[in-house]
């Protein structure tokens, strides 16, 4: 499965900032895992930038700890 995280904007939309970021469970879904509707064209990053001091879901990143407990990368 390869996650993703998906920019959530505020009322300034993509001209202003992201407002928090969801986890997706596939590339370019436009629901994060909590169920939120995310825009088609929003900003996306790698799943590894989760952690890094990035404002995510609370409940995405709750359910993607229950899916991925860490990173694959750091535990070759």
């Given amino acids: 499965m390869t996650h993703q995280l998906r920019a959530e ?13 969801h986890i997706v469970r596939t590339a370019g879904a436009t629901e994060g895992m909590c169920g939120a509707k995310i825009e088609s064209d929003a900003e996306s990053r790698p799943e590894t930038d989760w952690g890094t001091g990035l404002r995510t879901c609370q409940q995405c990143g709750s359910l993607y700890l229950h899916e991925v407990p860490f990173h694959r990368a750091e535990h070759g």
Avoid at 9 to 21: M, N
């Fill in 9 to 21: 904007y505020g009322p300034a939309g993509r001209s202003g900032e992201v407002r928090r970021w």
